[in-house]
């Protein structure tokens, strides 16, 4: 299992940008019962055939993952959903993009915990370096939203910058539900 939900998340980010998308848009949603992932791309999507076979553990595609010998990571990511009575979808149509949402219960023993949102959202806009990305995050009836356009800059100072307002409107967000 991954030891936070980031770290699925961040993998399927890294999907999105390998399949060239120009724009990302993650969406997590939080009530009192599940977790709620949300990840569109408009990268060049997944033909039907493949789509098919997505969650097998032996299926890689080879000129992607030259040196991996194993699945794209997606059977790991529904194995995992399965073991907490979760749920992972994919829709993708090729040449449009790819969308896939992941339903968590809070419920569950194993369910892993969200992660630390700041770091993760750092990581998603140094690595889709050519992409936009919107990341909507919503906890109950509140929400906030970081557009990558408008919070990167040429030097490095953002990323404290984001840092920081991330914890802000976490916590904002967090003391309102409790």
Known sequence: MHFYISDAILDLIQNSVEANSTFIALDIVEDESSYNIFISDNGKGISK???????????????????????????????????????IEIDSIEGEGTSIHIELPKSHPDTPPLGELADLFVEIFLLSE????????????????????????DDMSWMKLLKNQVASLEKNIFVEVK
């Open 49 to 87: 055939d493949k789509l098919e076979k997505v969650f097998n553990p032996d299926f890689t595609e080879i000129e992607k993952h030259e040196r991996r010998k194993f699945g794209l990571g997606l059977s790991f990511i529904k194995h995992q959903c399965e073991l907490v009575d979760g749920k």
């Open 130 to 153: 050519e992409s936009e990305v919107v990341i909507n995050r919503y906890i109950n009836e509140r929400k906030y939203e970081l557009v990558k356009s408008k919070i990167v800059k």
